[in-house]
């Protein structure tokens, strides 16, 4: 008897609690955040994948993020702050990460979403809730192709940059016949995989596939299916590790390929070839001297930390989001429709290349370059960009 | 044929199978005795990794070590066993023991949550960076055995010797020994073995610390000849142990074994061969299709494995 009156109680509570919540969150389903009516203790929404095989490239962006916010309060006297939202690099679950900030009345935007599969499944989300969603790293062309998710922005060029680039050099310059194109089944890699093989073969150059998972360690078996006659591995990876062990692996089975990673490969510390390259979205401020101040600022901030590419792009998302909500409440008032219209007129100088200022899909204004660094023993220097 | 390529595949598989199989090792030993699946056995190989690196790291590290390259590695495999070892008899004795007398399915979702626990804990302590070795610094991949076209690294031959070695000794421990016997006991029958005079407790703890000290040296052994690992990466090499103790039939040491290196061939040459043999329709990516249909097929039509022996009971 006592165990039904709990079960109809717990079942009252749960029926209370979904009728409460659908009145809160009125017709179109979010919460009103047109009601919230002050600009302190606002928080932003980092959407990426802090735990997972990729949860290294998230923290890394997780603490330039923070770091944002940090100089930021203390410069305008602020009190932004960064609520964590981890996709552990699944769409399911960056899907569910995306309902959960849409519908936190505090959230006025969203630092992210980090990887491209993130912002197919949350950018609809996103706009329905008029919630602005500003990316430092995901660069597939689709996102802003037709303009399918329309409070979305990026701070870094897309891969319609970057395929044309890498192809480029490795024909013209490096003047590669024969190549090997590795994936590493993730929504990042594969299309610029695909997009790479596709001009490359445009180009007359022969081009075999590969394909990796992303948390592989061994390539051992797929370094035996490269022919002696391969001159370039082009790897679009987001591990800077395997980029660098596909590399011992290609010396360990005497070949002669050199290995060309792409943006996660970015990694002085972690990809250290004999002799190799890599593209990035953004510039290593460690070799830039006009970012000796904010790299020390960092580092003391973050003790020291290591970083690559993927920490400053974030970096600079955010510091457009929070430009963004500080101009939207000059009248004390802050909705997330205010702080779309906000990002979308964005005009500010950038730690990563020229003024950032959004096209009207969301893009950078002329688009953006990639930069292409050689290794040589492990140290990197500008070859493009 | 390409005999080049083979011999390469052959050299690779037999490097990952090895370290599949004393992954396998620490599977089936828990699982023989207790019927437990320690789901948890990947992240101990992790932990392993991360012991090693610590040593390393202690020990000059890979471009500057303070003592010989050999005593090095010995020291990083001694140090990850014992970590491990006494890792394993700690989750044993907080996440396994108060559920020895559980539905099975309790000890299982408390190895999940064990996985878990682990890996977050090394998510807070080291990071979620990928680590490694730098073993090319230790000894250069050119060093080592150079036939033709063929090459293998020093590094694959000590992992390779190495694993070798551990499973021998424990298949000395397991036949030969009066400890060894005591496991065969309670692996046979718990109740009847602890009626004989057996300390069932002292058994199993002694089973985890040793299942979970080779776990630690395949953790070194992964850092050594694969060269990066994170808090994530026990996960794929436990389900690739797992695999090959199901092969070889779970609770079997000599299945174990050859599971392991069952499982590496197959991953390494259908990485080699899968695109030829669909004719370009699947590639590379696929290689772990083949790995787990091994598995559902061995799970359909021979659940025991090759070595195990079918559970036969009266009705």
């Known amino acids: 008897m006592k165990k039904g009156v709990f079960a109809a109680a717990l079942a009252g509570l749960a029926a209370t609690a979904v009728v409460a919540s659908a009145a809160v969150a009125g017709p179109s389903g979010p919460a009103a955040p047109a009601q919230l009516a002050q600009c302190t203790n606002v928080a932003l929404g980092f959407v990426g994948p802090l735990t997972g095989p990729a949860g290294f490239l998230g923290q890394e962006q997780l603490s330039w993020a923070r770091f944002a916010v940090s100089e930021y309060n203390r410069a305008n006297r602020t009190r932004f702050r960064v609520a964590l939202g981890d996709t552990r690099l699944q769409a399911p679950v960056a899907r569910t990460v995306a309902r959960r900030f849409v519908s936190d009345r505090n959230v006025m935007g969203i630092i992210g979403p980090s990887e491209s599969q993130a912002v197919r499944v949350g950018g609809k989300l996103y706009q329905n809730a008029n919630l602005a969603a500003v990316s430092g790293s995901a660069t597939a062309i689709d996102l802003t192709k037709g303009r399918p998710y329309r409070t979305f922005a990026r701070v870094v060029p897309n891969d319609a940059i970057q395929g044309p680039t890498i192809v480029n050099y490795v024909q013209r310059t490096l003047r590669a016949r024969n190549v090997v194109v590795i994936d590493s089944q993730d929504d990042y890699s594969v299309p610029l995989a695909q997009a790479i093989t596709r001009a490359l073969r445009a180009r007359n150059v022969t081009v075999s596939r590969e394909s990796v998972a992303a948390d592989d360690t061994d390539f051992s078996s797929i370094v035996a299916n490269v022919g002696s006659n391969v001159n370039v591995v082009v790897f679009a990876t987001q591990v800077a590790t395997a980029a660098n062990t596909l590399s011992n692996q290609l010396r360990e089975q005497g070949k002669r390929a050199i290995v060309f990673g792409t943006d996660g490969a970015y990694s002085p510390s972690q990809y250290k070839p004999r002799n190799g390259y890599v593209s990035v979205f953004a510039p290593d401020l460690n070799l830039d001297p006009r970012a000796r101040a904010i790299v020390r600022a960092y580092n003391r901030f973050s003790n020291n930390r290591d970083f690559g590419a993927f920490g400053p792009a974030t970096y600079m998302a955010t510091w457009v989001l929070m430009t963004a909500a500080r101009t939207a409440c000059a009248d004390g008032r802050l909705a997330r429709a205010e702080v779309v219209q906000q990002v979308r007129r964005t005009n500010v100088p950038s730690i990563i290349g020229p003024r950032i200022r959004f096209d009207a899909k969301g893009d950078l204004r002329g688009g953006g370059t990639f930069v292409i660094y050689r290794v040589t023993n492990g140290n990197y220097r500008p070859a493009v960009g | ?315």
């Not at chain 2, 050859?258 to 061939?265: A, D, R």
């Open chain 2, 1 to 315: 044929m390409d005999w080049d390529k083979v011999v390469q595949l052959t050299v690779n598989g037999l490097t990952a199978g090895a370290v599949y199989a004393l992954v396998a090792l620490g599977f089936s030993m828990v699982y023989g005795i207790l019927k437990l699946l320690n789901l948890a056995h990947g992240d101990i190989v992790m932990v392993g990794a991360f012991i090693g690196w610590g040593v390393l790291g202690w020990l000059g590290g890979a471009q500057d070590p303070s003592v010989a390259v050999w005593l090095l590695i010995v020291l990083m495999v001694l140090a990850a066993m014992a970590g491990c070892g006494f890792l394993g008899v700690a989750i044993e004795r907080f996440a396994y023991r108060p559920l020895r007398r559980a539905p099975r399915i309790a000890p299982l979702i408390s190895a999940l949550g064990v996985s878990f626990f682990i890996q977050n804990s090394v998510l807070l302590l080291w990071g979620a960076d990928f680590r490694g070795y730098d073993s090319i610094d230790l000894i250069d991949v050119e060093v080592g055995i150079s036939w033709g076209p063929l090459s293998v690294w020093a590094i694959r031959l000590i992992v390779m010797g190495s694993a070798v070695a551990m499973m021998l000794a424990l298949w000395l421990l397991v036949t030969r020994s009066k400890l060894g016997k005591a496991m065969r006991a309670t692996a046979f029958d718990r109740e009847a073995a602890a009626m004989m005079g057996i300390d069932v407790d002292r058994v199993i703890v002694k089973t985890f610390f040793i299942g979970s000290a080779l776990a630690g040296a395949a953790g070194v052994l992964i850092g050594l000849v694969f060269f990066s690992f994170n808090y994530f990466t026990g996960f794929g090499y436990g389900l690739k142990g797992f695999t090959a103790a199901v092969v070889g039939g779970i609770g079997s040491i000599p299945g174990a074994m050859f599971g392991g290196v069952f499982i590496g061939l197959a991953e390494a040459f259908s990485v080699g061969y899968i695109e030829d043999f669909t004719r370009g329709r699947l590639g590379s990516a696929f290689s772990d299709l083949v790995v787990f249909m091994i598995l559902v097929l061995f799970m359909l039509f021979r659940p025991q494995g090759i070595f195990g022996k079918p559970d036969v009971k009266k009705v």
